[in-house]
Structures are given as C-alpha cells and as structure tokens.
C-alpha cells in the first residue's frame, strides 16, 4: 500500500493491490462492509465516483 498527502489541505491519494475480482468491487467493499465501511463514519460523503476496466476512483469527504 502507498499513501500520498497533500499537507497543505489534507486530501491522501492511496495505491493498493486488489484481493478482489474488479477495483469496483473493492471499492464497494470498502464503502459498504458492515464491520468498517466508509459509510459508517459520520459525516461521510461521496463527492465524486468514476471507475473503467481496471481502476476506480472515489472522492469523499
């Protein structure tokens, strides 16, 4: 995993290797799992999501 911050407003770009089948479903569970979901977390909003053959992206706040 590789972790990049922005220090001057705190927006983090994270690069990881996928266990898997597509980044969207990664991405899915990372936002939906009931044990750590994004969505859990207060004030948690999507702000953008973009995803093609083999990449997602998710902007939140």
Do not use: C, H
Request: hydrophobic share 35%; aromatic share 14%; no cysteine.
């Amino acid at each position: 995993m590789v972790y990049y911050d922005a220090p001057a407003d705190g927006r983090q770009l994270q690069i990881f290797e996928l266990a898997e089948d597509t980044p969207a479903r990664s991405l899915d569970l990372a936002e939906n799992d009931p044990g750590y979901g994004f969505v859990r977390q207060a004030g948690y909003r999507v702000l953008d999501r973009t995803s093609g053959a083999g990449w997602s992206e998710l902007a939140y706040r």
